[in-house]
């Protein structure tokens, strides 16, 4: 089931995505990564950016996670992070395609670990 986040989700929104961060590591440079790769403040200034998050809950688990912000003309997915004990299990992909299927705009996707970013629509 995918739902928007709560406020109460906060934590395990932050225990996903540096769980999820790990796979970067060595990839992302050493100059730009530490431990946790996102801290709490960071996550809580995001959400107050805007970032509205979505999870995909799986037996009352929270499994993945991904951020979307509005900017102007386009859709921003700021954060996709899925479980590692869960990937490649299509979480992340059921995500992407609720986040699209409701967007009016335009989608941005910036991509980890480079800055990259794709248009899609």
Avoid at 31 to 39: A, G, L, N, Q
Avoid at 68 to 74: G, L, M, P, S
Avoid at 82 to 88: A, E, F, G, L, P
Wanted: charged letters at 30%; proline letters at 4%; one cysteine or more.
């Amino acid at each position: 089931m995918i739902r928007k986040s709560i406020h109460d989700d906060f934590e395990e929104i932050f225990n996903i995505i540096n769980d999820a961060a790990i796979a970067y590591k060595g990839v992302i440079p050493p100059d730009r990564w530490k431990e946790p790769y996102m801290t709490k403040e960071e996550l809580k200034g995001q959400i107050e950016e805007g970032v509205k998050f979505s999870c995909y809950v799986r037996n009352d688990e929270i499994v993945g996670v991904m951020g979307v912000q509005d900017k102007a003309d386009v859709k921003l997915i700021r954060h996709a992070y899925v479980r590692t004990k869960q990937r490649n299990k299509g979480f992340g992909t059921l995500l992407l395609r609720e986040l699209i299927s409701d967007s009016t705009k335009p989608i941005l996707i910036g991509s980890l670990p480079c800055s990259d970013q794709y248009r899609f629509r």
